[in-house]
């Protein structure tokens, strides 16, 4: 009778939950451990609202509630990184950085740029909308950015857009001017977004490596032009042309700047840094 009546109960849930998510029973839960507010969601716009332009914001979509929820409890590394075990290619995140002022120089101390990668150079073919991979409303790219010999006289950098397995609009081409990885991780983005206001796609899921980029277009850029596109220092922004670039394609888009670790198995990351590698070997135009 026990065994009967817990028999019971689960055909009863599960009649609730198909009621509740659809006839096909195929809910899913959405996860957020870092937005406005944490916690399991049921609808992708209710987790939309919790994490839409929230700094570093950290969610995913899971089949069962079990799962979602630990997701939102399981703690961070003590560097705010989530480690690489149980990873999804559709995960949402932004790793957490704890030094969001600006960057003080690094790698790139040469003078600021005066030539930009190609904008609006090539037609982007039209492709069919099933095409994509989608998470709600919003078409999810990849973009990478690499530079062999950085910082180095021979330098060559490649920037790398990826949609989805044999897209069409998949590239990877020779970064023009300056030659170096910042660079390419910008100008990498910058393609994707030319490609998709090409065909009036306006809403974005943009996974790159790049904290530096994430950070620049999000953060910093505003900082800028009301410094008269000067540092906190008083120092020329050394990206200042690829940022401006930058700023100007995301006008008119909704984008959500996705933070996802480089090298770390994400499907959509190893194909646009395989991409940009391809596109380091190729000639300068």
Not at 83 to 107: A, C, D, I, M, W
Request: charged share 25%.
């Amino acid at each position: 009778m026990t065994r009967l009546l817990a028999v019971a109960r689960r055909v009863a849930l599960a009649a609730v939950r198909c009621s509740t998510h659809g006839s096909s029973g195929l809910s899913m839960f959405y996860a957020v451990r870092r937005g406005r507010k944490a916690g399991v969601f049921q609808t992708w716009s209710e987790c939309r609202a919790q994490v839409d332009r929230f700094p570093a914001a950290r969610f995913k979509k899971f089949a069962t509630e079990e799962e979602a929820w630990a997701f939102v409890r399981k703690p961070a590394s003590p560097d705010g990184s989530e480690g690489t075990e149980n990873k999804h290619e559709q995960e949402s995140q932004v790793k957490v950085n704890k030094r969001l002022r600006e960057p003080l120089g690094g790698e790139e101390n040469a003078e600021p740029c005066a030539k930009h990668a190609r904008q609006n150079t090539e037609s982007v073919p039209s492709v069919n909308k099933d095409s994509f991979s989608y998470m709600g409303e919003f078409v999810v790219v990849y973009t990478d950015g690499c530079c062999v010999s950085n910082g180095r006289r021979r330098a060559r950098a490649g920037i790398g857009v990826y949609w989805g397995p044999g897209h069409a609009w998949n590239v990877g081409f020779r970064l023009p001017g300056r030659q170096t990885n910042q660079r390419a991780e910008i100008h990498a983005a910058c393609k994707a977004i030319e490609q998709a206001k090409a065909q009036n796609i306006k809403k974005l899921v943009l996974y790159t490596d790049s904290m530096f980029t994430i950070n620049g277009i999000t953060n910093w850029v505003q900082g800028w032009k009301k410094n008269g596109w000067k540092t906190s220092t008083g120092k020329e922004v050394i990206n200042k042309e690829d940022f401006m670039a930058l700023e100007q394609l995301t006008q008119g888009m909704d984008i959500q700047w996705m933070h996802v670790p480089g090298h770390s198995g994400f499907t959509g990351n190893e194909e646009a840094d395989r991409l940009a590698r391809e596109g380091a070997k190729q000639s300068e135009d």
